[in-house]
């Protein structure tokens, strides 16, 4: 058998020239592409990055705290929205006039009263009225948008964050939603963006046009990047077809370390009467193997995980470091299989997510547990089912649901937690009067301080003792790439599009010449480094 001949990828010694007019990628987002899109099309004070803190400066250029309750900042000058307008501190005491009155709903911001100050044309501050240490962070997902726009529409806060409304030249990111919307709860299956010519970092956005899909069959969008030059140029894909990526003219592989997460929800509010029994729940997660599904299913792409959070934040590696989980004894196999036999649970799931449960149903048939699947493309369909079972008011029968838990939060396992907030939409575990405790303690505790450590791990072993979630290995991100796309992942939610570059051989640009044939041999996986 002939060993595949792997080449460099020397994409960087081939860029094309920055916002090309005939530039244009496609891409694929089938998980939270309403936090993806928003990144991309709006902007805050500041923004989710890969660094320490999680977010670096945007529209404001430089921030100081006073004390536990006031925020000073200092706008960049010259900023103006996507229609050409100009944007200054009146503009941000607006805009937070109308988030307060829609405000998002996955944290504790609804519940925070504050004022917004004016100093100067450049400056103002913020003043809380009670104690609340996410504030700064919820700051990266509070954009700002035209008068116009705002009072059309108003601030779009829910449970699945902002978002742009109506196509239009309302907000501040790097590109301009031209067609299209993505919202959570609903979304068009298609999205058209186009580079801001205002944008205030000047560098960005490299590529003209964007046309985003949200509901592709994972196997059509496989395909469509694999065998078909010029259908799709970046997409998630199944750990487990990496080879045909890595053995396609027109694609590539990325590999790189995430904070992301695989929630498998149990629905204990009005489906199987037995999975409210912590005993049979406490069964499922022993009888999942993670090492088995990190060999098999991950294809070795992901860490073996304790917790439904991801083992890759820096603070539940801390939490772990200085308090390991305790050996537990666990049920014998007799005693699993009386928990589990004859147990019958309805399964809820996008498509892209089938391997990962053709792997966990293996695994738990050896207990007598069967698995029935209703399937669904479109993430906007889990919503539906998720955010209404709270109140008992799915209209869908599912014990287990699973959700693309993209790192939203950034570097904070709240993008985990806020599952756990009995109160929430989110939370299909009941009341639990103890964990709702530890989550009012972890709203107002510094992240910077040993306390922070104590609440996370409080939180993190109470669900875990619990058995709120079938609890899975942590993933890596895999995406296919086509050839001639310059990509540097985020760890978290952020998919850079206005980062991303092409070459002077990217289908859009090349025109009638054809696609050099050297190229078409298969480059070396790309694996990214993170300290």
């Keep these: 058998m002939q060993k595949t001949q792997f080449r ?34 709006n902007s805050g004070l500041i923004r989710s990055y890969d660094n320490e803190r999680g977010w670096e400066y945007e529209l404001a250029k430089s921030h100081k705290r006073v004390g536990d309750f006031t925020y000073e ?58 104690k609340y240490e996410m504030f700064l962070t919820d700051l990266a997902r509070i954009f700002f948008y035209t008068r ?63 046309t985003a899909y949200t509901q592709l069959n994972a196997k059509d969008a496989l395909r469509m990047i694999t065998q078909e030059e010029g259908e799709l140029d970046f997409a998630p894909i199944d750990f487990n077809k990496k080879i045909e990526v890595l053995t396609s003219k027109y694609a590539k592989l990325n590999i790189s370390k995430s904070t992301n997460n695989f929630i498998i929800f149990f629905n204990l509010i009005n489906a199987n009467e037995r999975l409210k029994s912590k005993e049979v729940r406490v069964a499922l997660n022993q009888a999942i193997d993670q090492e088995n599904l990190l060999n098999f299913v991950y294809k070795n792409e992901g860490y073996i995980s304790p917790f439904a959070s991801s083992v890759n934040y820096e603070i539940v590696q801390k939490v772990l470091k200085n308090k390991m989980p305790k050996e537990e004894e666990g049920y014998s196999k007799e005693k699993m299989h009386k928990l589990l036999n004859g147990l019958e649970l309805n399964v809820f799931t996008q498509d892209s997510f089938m391997f990962l449960f053709k792997g966990i149903e293996y695994q738990l048939k050896k207990y007598g547990v069967t698995l029935n699947y209703t399937v669904t493309s479109s993430e906007k369909d889990i919503y539906g089912q998720l955010l209404t079972t709270h109140k008992s008011q799915n209209t869908q029968k599912w014990d287990l649901l699973i959700w693309g838990d993209d790192d939203w939060y950034y570097a904070n396992p709240w993008s985990v937690f806020f599952i756990y907030e009995d109160e929430s939409a989110w939370s299909t575990i009941g009341k639990d009067r103890v964990m709702k405790s530890y989550i009012d303690e972890f709203f107002i505790t510094k992240t910077d301080s040993k306390e922070y450590e104590k609440v996370v791990s409080k939180i993190l072993y109470r ?16 995406v296919a790439l086509n050839k001639e796309v310059i990509y540097k992942p985020y760890k978290g939610a952020v998919i850079p599009i206005w980062e991303m570059q092409i070459t002077k051989d990217h289908y ?23 300290e």
């Design 73 to 130: 900042f200092e706008l960049r000058e010259g900023l103006k929205f996507q229609d050409g307008s100009e944007f200054d501190t009146d503009d941000v005491v607006f805009n937070f006039e109308y988030f307060k009155r829609s405000p998002i709903l996955y944290t504790n911001i609804d519940k925070v009263d504050f004022d917004v100050i004016k100093i100067d044309k450049y400056k103002f501050k913020i003043v809380l009225k009670q």
């Design 8 to 41: 460099d990828d020397d994409a960087l010694l081939r860029v094309a020239t920055p916002q090309h007019p005939d530039s244009h990628i496609k891409i694929f987002i089938p998980n939270i592409p309403y936090t993806y899109i928003a990144k991309c099309t």
């Design 148 to 210: 116009e726009y705002l009072k059309k529409y108003g601030f779009k806060g829910s449970e699945t964050g902002s978002g742009t409304k109506r196509a239009g030249a309302y907000g501040m990111g790097p590109y301009i939603l031209k067609e299209g919307y993505a919202l959570g709860s609903k979304q068009t299956s298609q999205i058209e963006l186009e580079a801001n010519p205002y944008y205030w970092n000047k560098d960005y956005p490299k590529i003209k046009r964007v």
């Design 508 to 530: 859009s640009i090349r025109g009638k010449r054809e696609y050099p044939t050297y190229l078409e041999a298969p480059i070396k996986p790309k694996r990214e480094k993170y």
């Design 463 to 478: 669900a875990k003792e619990m058995a709120y979630t079938l609890r899975v290995p942590s993933p890596n991100k895999v």
